[in-house]
């Protein structure tokens, strides 16, 4: 099991550049998080998909966010075009159906984007 | 929506047994408790999870009581790597299809 990779690990770029956060979640997990991480927010759920399909968005700060899942061993988040106040640790998650929404969900290492 | 409640910080020094306590009043009957544990720059790692009375394993223990209002995660003899927060999650939001939503969480600090 290799766990759910991200990648890229950490990114730089300029204000009003397109970004793209990439996750590949665990085999078999049918259910993929994204979330953002900052001092000042902490951990916040974005979007969360369920069988690939978009299940709630509503933490998806503006429209300038999308996320997709075109099948269920990868995901990106997109971001375009990219702000300062973007910057922050990236994480995805993937979770079972083992005990249903209970399931412990498993994450990435997570993305540190910074945006000059 | 089943919110949690948990102290902001706690500190300890090496070789204590630290409990972290975790308010969760509007638990639903499916609801498991699960806890996580974050290091910087680290995503959050589950550590624990229970429905009821006590489940202990290699790094935790979780008391729950009877009303499961709230929990208690415990662990035994902390070191300096137990430095971490730690977060409790209360099911995965059934009312609201299965999201989960993290607190706060507690900024644990173990000192020599």
């Known amino acids: 099991d290799a766990g759910v990779i991200q990648s890229p690990r950490h990114e730089v770029t300029e204000m009003g550049q397109e970004v793209t956060l990439r996750c590949k979640p665990i085999?078999?997990?049918?259910?993929l998080f994204w979330y953002r991480q900052t001092m000042m927010r902490g951990l916040e759920l974005l979007i969360y998909?369920?069988?690939?399909?978009?299940?709630?968005d509503s933490g998806m700060p503006e429209d300038r966010f999308s996320a997709k899942m075109p099948n269920a061993s990868f995901s990106t988040l997109k971001i375009q075009p990219s702000e300062p106040r973007d910057s922050a640790v990236y994480f995805c998650?993937?979770?079972?159906?083992?005990?249903?929404?209970?399931?412990?969900?498993?994450f990435g290492n997570g993305t540190r984007l910074t945006v000059t | 929506l089943a919110k949690t409640t948990q102290p902001i910080s706690m500190d300890s020094y090496e070789g204590q047994e630290v409990n972290i306590t975790c308010s969760h009043n509007?638990?639903?009957?499916?609801?498991?408790i699960t806890w996580y544990q974050q290091f910087p720059s680290q995503g959050p790692r589950f550590i624990i999870q229970?429905?009821?009375t006590k489940v202990t394993n290699e790094v935790a223990s979780l008391f729950i009581p009877a009303d499961r209002k709230s929990s208690t995660l415990s662990l035994p003899r902390v070191s300096l790597s137990d430095t971490a927060v730690y977060y409790c999650?209360?099911?995965?939001?059934?009312?609201?299809?299965?999201?989960?939503?993290f607190g706060d969480g507690t900024t644990l600090t173990v000192k020599p």
């Open positions: 998650a993937s979770r079972g159906d083992t005990l249903g929404y209970n399931s412990p969900l498993h």
């Open positions: 085999s078999g997990h049918n259910s």
């Open positions: 998909f369920n069988n690939n399909v978009p299940i709630d």
């Open positions: 509007n638990i639903a009957t499916n609801d498991y």
């Open positions: 229970g429905y009821k």
């Open positions: 999650l209360v099911g995965g939001d059934h009312t609201n299809a299965g999201k989960s939503t």
